[in-house]
T-cell receptor, first 112, second 114 residues
Framework: SQQGEEDPQALSIQEGENATMNCSYK?????LQWYRQNSGRGLVHLILIRSNEREKHSGRLRVTLDTSKKSSSLLITASRAADTASYFCATPYGGSQGNLIFGKGTKLSVKP | NAGVTQTPKFQVLKTGQSMTLQCAQDMNHEYMSWYRQDPGMGLRLIHYSVGAGITDQGEVPNGYNVSRSTTEDFPLRLLSAAPSQTSVYFC?????????????FGEGSWLTVV
């Protein structure tokens, strides 16, 4: 069973608009990560947020974490066509900090 | 910067054949893992290793075997391929950390079992 579930499954926006993706998870965590996957490629790490953090920024990315609701959101501001990709949230697998369990992803399409 | 290298990139197998997907990392990472990705299913953890000589099962280990004789290499063996193992396989590695590790992924191996 998968820990995280992203919402929506697919999102289509125009260039310049903001894109928001949500992730819900089931059990307590000490960190949550977001990854990006371009079509036909491996996943690339975007950002990690720890359980004692509520918000984190990296360039045009803003991630929030609400541990009481077991949810996180990823906001991409001023989106570009190059942001077209699938985005996954991930949480630690079992007791191992070296492995992650992934959600099914949000497929983002940014139209020029 | 090699990072995580997987071979082969593409492979077609017949049902019942065996094969090994190779994975190597040059970052001296302790953790290595194998995931499979199927349409609409996200990534699922097959096996992982926390160091040389140590392996453990993930979410979907059946039909796969792994070993970790060196820090750098973590091959995944399909013992008797089945059509249900048609998937994209990703090898990944990360460094032991206190709380949360960035995982580095290979570019994937596309496997078709006919």
């Amino acid at each position: 069973s998968q820990q995280g579930e992203e919402d929506p499954q697919a999102l289509s926006i125009q260039e310049g608009e903001n894109a928001t993706m949500n992730c819900s998870y089931k059990t307590s965590i000490n960190n949550l990560q977001w990854y990006r996957q371009n079509s036909g490629r491996g996943l690339v790490h975007l950002i990690l947020i720890r359980s004692n953090e509520r918000e984190k920024h990296s360039g045009r990315l803003r991630v929030t974490l609400d541990t009481s609701k077991k949810s996180s959101s990823l906001l991409i501001t001023a989106s570009r066509a190059a942001d077209t990709a699938s985005y996954f949230c991930a949480t630690p697998y079992g007791g191992s900090q070296g492995n992650l369990i992934f959600g099914k992803g949000t497929k983002l399409s940014v139209k020029p | 910067n090699a990072g995580v290298t997987q071979t082969p990139k593409f492979q077609v197998l017949k049902t019942g054949q065996s094969m090994t997907l190779q994975c190597a990392q040059d970052m001296n990472h302790e953790y290595m893992s194998w995931y499979r990705q199927d349409p609409g299913m996200g990534l699922r953890l097959i096996h992982y290793s926390v160091g040389a000589g140590i392996t453990d099962q993930g979410e979907v280990p059946n039909g796969y075997n792994v070993s970790r004789s060196t820090t750098e290499d973590f091959p995944l063996r399909l013992l008797s391929a089945a059509p249900s193992q048609t998937s994209v396989y990703f090898c990944a590695s990360s460094q032991q950390g206190v709380s949360g590790n960035t995982i580095y992924f290979g570019e994937g191996s596309w496997l078709t079992v006919v």
